[in-house]
């Protein structure tokens, strides 16, 4: 039952309701309360509101609850109207605060609320700041019987500046680190092991175009530290780092681009990174990273329509071949409108793209500006939520991958009654239950393992992604903001590659984790939603499971590193192995190659039919130089220079390896 108090104090006995320091908090219980004006000394810190610093008064309530309960703060009142109000709500005493709730701006025009839960005993410290205003107000607290939601966070201030879109490990310490930039400054907010960050300002050349679009990072020139790409209004940026990220060196490019969302991918699958732009109104571009030093500028390829509308591109294994596809979530809305079909462009294995959308029946008329791919059931392949950004032409699409095809599972997911609208469309596991979560259009969409979702009203807004406690479980960053996930008793485990072969972050390889849940899979990308840089590491609830059975990466180049039995709920890294010759084919009866050594085709005969199944083609050293899906023919190998080659076949039987020689 709702319960609500209202305490009555004469004023002349009692003539202000808070005090001005935490020291002196006045004891409260549920209620209604009037402050007379924010003018206390003692300002609030750490800030568990959004919005950040500003404050230079406060006034300061305590809260012991006689029970665990769930407890309402507002300012949302019909006296309140036109005032603006920001509160913070702490544990661990006035000597070592630690946020527990804060509010600016949930309510009606300015006014505050949040709603959480409250153990029985525990002391709260209450602080109201002026923020935006010091005049008075009245505000009410309001106790409910104790709310258990899937999953729930709160909020803490960190002093970060300019465009706040990254959330990436820019030291390599398997911890996540903040990123802001603006036109001549880096700000990297480094977080240390045992909590909290330490900041480093780095000035930087004056960019030509800063991030009003986007923002990803990745470690272009292999020297280990992540690089950034500013993606403005007009134009390319690439901030690239020195070996320690204590320096960067602007690049920009002379070309006109209205840029839209960036990534960074190894497009030829050359082991260098490349970068992809999307283009609002022209062909998209992309720069090609030589090796050498150079980003070559490429126009058109991956998605041609002269009028643009390309938005939220994300590059994901849709077809299990272990190369990296990329899909494109279009804007403009409307039938007819050439601009408005989103795209699917499958990756041949030999550095070419082919457009299958219709195909596989993803060519719809839309208006998105991301999607969200994942195995949201657990069977092995990705499929894809186009979340709206408005309900023109239709609203949220659920699309089961079908291995052939994408069937429209959207009736009856829950995202058929989901009216919640946003640009930005994001899916991680955030309460480690084994299942990819949708989080957008203001809320979180739980996934119950069936594909079938629940609608949750927990929204920490959008934002990069990533682990900001170092506690196994995601948290989200939404401006100066950071929305720290409460968690729960579920496992963990987290995936950090490192290429060798391929590019050095390990980005477009394959992870798979198995445990008694089953096998879980995610693609290591840079860039995902429409405008941030979340982690690059790959992230896997557990639920209850307290082992996990192997760790399998598929790389980019084609190698495959198994890690048995890894520990739990910490980071794994993975290193990409390499030998310096071809590894000892394996013997069991399944298949022969012939002729061999080959011309321009090579045949396979075995005792089961191998097509279907997924190859690669690796070199001596190592690299993958050829793949895809066998098809009921020979294998083309004309491309291929002679020398000696390696066929790996992911079949029926198991992974077979067969080498071969191709003749002069």
């Known amino acids: 039952m709702e319960k609500t108090l209202t305490l009555l104090l004469a004023l002349s006995a009692l003539p202000t309701l808070a005090q001005d320091q935490c020291a002196t908090a006045l004891p409260i219980t549920a209620g209604l309360f009037t402050v007379s004006a924010v003018d206390g000394t003692d300002v609030p810190f750490p800030f568990c509101a959004q919005n950040g610093a500003g404050a230079t008064a406060a006034e300061w309530y305590t809260y012991t609850p006689m029970q665990d309960l769930s407890i309402t703060i507002t300012t949302d009142l019909a006296a309140n109207v036109g005032d603006d109000t920001r509160f913070h709500v702490y544990t661990g005493g006035c000597a070592g605060l630690v946020c527990a709730a ?50 729930s966070f709160h909020q803490e201030s960190i002093g970060l500046l300019g465009y706040a879109n990254c959330v990436v490990d820019m030291d390599h310490d398997n911890l996540d680190d903040v990123v802001g930039v603006g036109r001549t400054l880096i700000n990297i907010n480094y977080q240390q092991a045992l909590g909290g960050f330490v900041t480093s300002d780095i000035t930087t050349d004056s ?35 020195n070996s320690d990220a204590t320096a960067f060196t602007e690049v920009s490019g002379p070309e006109y681009v209205f840029c839209q969302r960036s990534n960074m991918v190894d ?35 991956l998605g041609d329509v002269s009028t643009g509308g390309n938005y939220g591109s994300i590059w994901i294994d849709y077809d299990n071949d272990h190369d990296i596809d990329l899909f494109i979530a279009k804007c403009r809305g409307g039938t007819n409108n050439p601009a408005a079909v989103d795209e699917l462009h499958r990756n041949n294995g030999d550095g070419t793209y082919t457009e299958v959308a219709s195909s596989m029946n993803l060519a719809d008329y839309h208006q998105s500006w991301s999607a969200a791919w994942a195995d949201y059931d657990n069977d092995g392949d990705l499929d ?86 170092n506690d196994g479980f995601l948290d989200v960053l939404n401006g100066t903001t950071m929305h720290l996930n409460d968690g729960n008793d579920n496992n963990w485990l987290r995936v950090h590659t490192v290429g060798t072969v391929s590019n050095k972050n390990g980005i477009g390889a394959r992870v798979e984790v198995t445990s008694a849940l089953g096998t879980q899979i995610r693609d290591i990308k840079s860039g995902d939603g429409f405008r941030h840089m979340s982690s690059l590491m790959a992230h896997f609830g557990l639920g ?96 291929l220079s002679p020398g000696t080659y390696m066929v790996r076949i992911d079949s029926p039987i198991g992974t077979i390896e067969r080498r071969f020689a191709k003749a002069e």
């Open 384 to 469: 894809i939520l186009i979340g709206a950004s408005s309900f023109t032409n239709g609203g949220h699409k659920l699309m089961r991958n079908d291995g052939s095809t994408f069937t429209n599972i959207t009736p009856g997911s829950g995202f058929d009654t989901f009216t919640g609208t946003t640009n930005e469309w994001t899916t991680h596991d955030f309460n480690n239950d084994g299942y990819a979560d949708v989080l957008g259009g203001g809320d979180m969409m739980m996934n119950n393992g069936d594909l079938t979702f629940t609608q949750v009203n927990v929204d920490p807004g959008n934002g990069p992604i990533g682990d900001l406690n």
């Open 267 to 301: 497009i030829n699958n050359d082991g260098h990174l490349d970068a992809f732009v999307c283009h609002d109104v022209d062909p998209n571009v992309y720069y090609v990273n030589d090796g050498n030093g150079n980003l070559n500028f490429v126009q058109g390829g």
């Open 102 to 151: 804060g509010d600016d701006d949930s309510g009606a025009g300015n006014l505050s609320a949040a709603t959480f839960n409250v153990l029985q005993g525990v002391i709260y410290l209450i602080a109201f700041d002026n923020r935006w205003s010091s005049t008075g107000f009245d505000f009410q607290v309001i106790e409910q019987p104790p709310v258990f939601l899937p999953v």
């Open 207 to 241: 960019a030509d175009f800063i991030p009003t679009w986007s923002l990803c990072a990745g470690d272009l020139d292999g020297n280990g530290a992540n690089d950034l790409l500013y993606a403005g209004s007009s134009g390319v940026t690439f901030m690239l780092s």
């Open 544 to 639: 209850t499971d307290t082992h996990v059975d192997q760790v399998t990466v598929y790389w980019p180049s084609g190698l495959v590193n198994v890690v048995q039995t890894p520990a739990i709920n910490e980071v794994l890294t993975v290193e990409e192995s390499i030998s310096t010759a071809l590894p000892r084919p394996t013997e069991p009866p399944g298949i022969t190659l012939f002729p061999n050594p080959a011309g321009d085709e090579l045949f396979l005969q075995g005792n089961f039919d191998p097509y279907g199944s997924v190859f690669s083609v690796l070199d001596i050293a190592g690299k993958r130089v050829l793949g895809g899906t066998l098809m009921n023919a020979p294998l083309d190998v004309s491309a």
